[in-house]
């Protein structure tokens, strides 16, 4: 093949796109449509989710999922292309991948749709991970804590972001659709391209700047169509909507990314190097790419994402008019955290956590505002986690009610200091997590962790 196109529909599953957008692209023949369907951009609610409590939460998630879904695979299906769907349900983890699985199922059911599915998992044995362990397989990535056994004990889901090798097996094996759990940003754009014989290091980088579908384009959507066509020593990008152009500033702007390293994308496997590449302007519309370069390293690494269980939320959201009570803000805050451990005795202070954010002067940076501005009024969101939600609710309970009524030197309304759009105040939220895991682990190659199931559909 002289050149090799690569739709990318949407930013992530879910995201939507303009039915024009998805005919157009379709019109440029491309030989596989790719997309993300899942980030840690939202941080570790997804990754820790249990079945019984949280599938509520993930039927919401499905339904703008199957809004993109249905068009996808009636697109994917015509032209005889494949589907390549990565990062399922949002996490990757195989409850994750089992929801997206069962509800591509239903669609095809009811559009009497057949076609061979392969679900590629990426949800680690935390056995696996212990044993590693012991073997000085696992590092930290970035300045977070060396790795425990605790803190695998503690993991809810551990998951590892697949590269390119588990999508070139399902390649090979010929499926129509293949849906991923967790996987690197760019691997499912990239590895028909591979598969293909084209430049590793173009194929990965054109991944990267396809992974949002057109955000690289301007103005920036990643609700939108981006089609990528790749050579054997360049590539091109170009947006689908003609009410958008990728430009160098824009399609530059994104290799940088989520890129901590201007001239190093970090991908499983090894390094796309691009202190090499060259931009240029193919037309008004489309840019051109050359000079990336990819860098095995010596070791094969993929990245551990695992997410425990710190508690339960409730939230109360305040605004705050009064000038004195502006003024004395700080005060009233510091006096309510006393009296809230003072009133719950029966919790070890260190058990709960009590949280305001004040929108307004500092509410974004906190501590390292640079210019806590003077204000003439202020949003107030008061924020405790507890280890039950009862507890939780309770303390905001606690607090909302002490805020509204603290006296303070100049206070002028005994009535009410604050003021409270909602009603009722206290707001459950339900379970917090944190990301407890988020490191390298040392495998064999690409496929070790990954299983492949073949699902006739």
């Not at 090499?276 to 990336?292: K, L, Y």
């Not at 500092?362 to 390292?368: A, K, R, S, T």
Request: net charge negative; hydrophobic share 45%; charged share 20%.
């Amino acid at each position: 093949m002289d050149e090799l196109r690569v739709l990318s529909p949407t930013a992530i599953l879910g995201y939507g796109f303009p039915a024009a957008s998805l005919e157009a692209g379709m019109d440029r023949q491309p030989h596989v449509i790719a997309v993300d369907a899942g980030s840690t951009d939202a941080g570790p609610y997804f990754l820790g989710m249990r079945a019984g409590e949280d599938i509520g939460k993930l039927g919401e998630f499905a339904k703008a999922m199957e809004a993109d879904l249905r068009p996808l695979l009636r697109a994917a299906l015509s032209a005889n292309i494949p589907l390549i769907i990565g990062s399922a349900g949002g996490a990757g983890g195989n409850f994750h991948l089992m929801g997206l699985t069962f509800l591509i199922q239903r669609i095809a059911k009811e559009d009497g749709l057949r076609f061979p599915m392969a679900a590629i998992q990426a949800e680690i044995d935390p056995e696996i991970v212990k044993k590693k362990l012991e073997q000085g397989k696992v590092a930290p990535l970035g300045p977070v804590p060396e790795l425990t056994e605790r803190d695998v004990d503690r993991a809810v889901r551990i998951v590892a972001q697949m590269g390119v090798e588990p999508y070139l097996r399902a390649l090979e094996l010929g499926f129509s659709v293949i849906v991923a759990g967790r996987s690197s940003d760019v691997s499912m754009f990239a590895a028909l391209p591979i598969r293909e014989g084209f430049d590793y290091g173009l194929s990965l980088h054109l991944g990267k700047i396809l992974e949002c579908g057109a955000i690289a384009a301007e103005p920036g959507s990643g609700s939108d169509v981006l089609l990528g066509t790749i050579r054997r020593d360049h590539f091109l990008v170009e947006p689908m909507n003609p009410d958008r152009r990728c430009t160098i500033r824009s399609v530059a702007a994104h290799s940088l990314y989520e890129s901590a390293d201007p001239w190093r994308i970090h991908e499983p496997g090894g390094v796309v190097d691009l202190s090499a590449v060259s931009f240029t302007q193919e037309d008004q519309r489309t840019v051109r790419i050359s000079g990336s370069r990819f860098v095995r390293d010596l070791v094969y690494r993929i990245k551990l994402e695992g997410a425990e269980l710190v508690g339960y939320r409730t939230i109360c959201i305040a605004g705050i008019r009064d000038p004195s009570v502006i003024h004395h803000l700080d005060e009233i805050l510091l006096a309510v955290r006393k009296a809230a451990a003072a009133q719950f005795t029966d919790l070890n202070h260190d058990s709960y956590r009590l949280q305001f954010r004040v929108y307004g002067r500092d509410g974004v940076m906190g501590l390292y505002e640079p210019n806590p501005v003077p204000c003439h009024e202020v949003g107030l969101l008061i924020e405790v986690v507890a280890p039950t939600q009862e507890q939780a609710t309770s303390i905001c309970l606690f607090v909302r009610a002490f805020i509204l009524h603290y006296g303070f030197p100049g206070r002028t309304s005994t009535a009410g200091n604050v003021a409270f759009p909602i009603s009722p105040q206290e707001i459950p939220v339900g379970a917090v997590h944190r990301f407890s895991i988020y490191h390298l682990m040392e495998v064999e190659d690409g496929l070790e962790q990954f299983p492949l199931q073949v699902i006739e559909v």
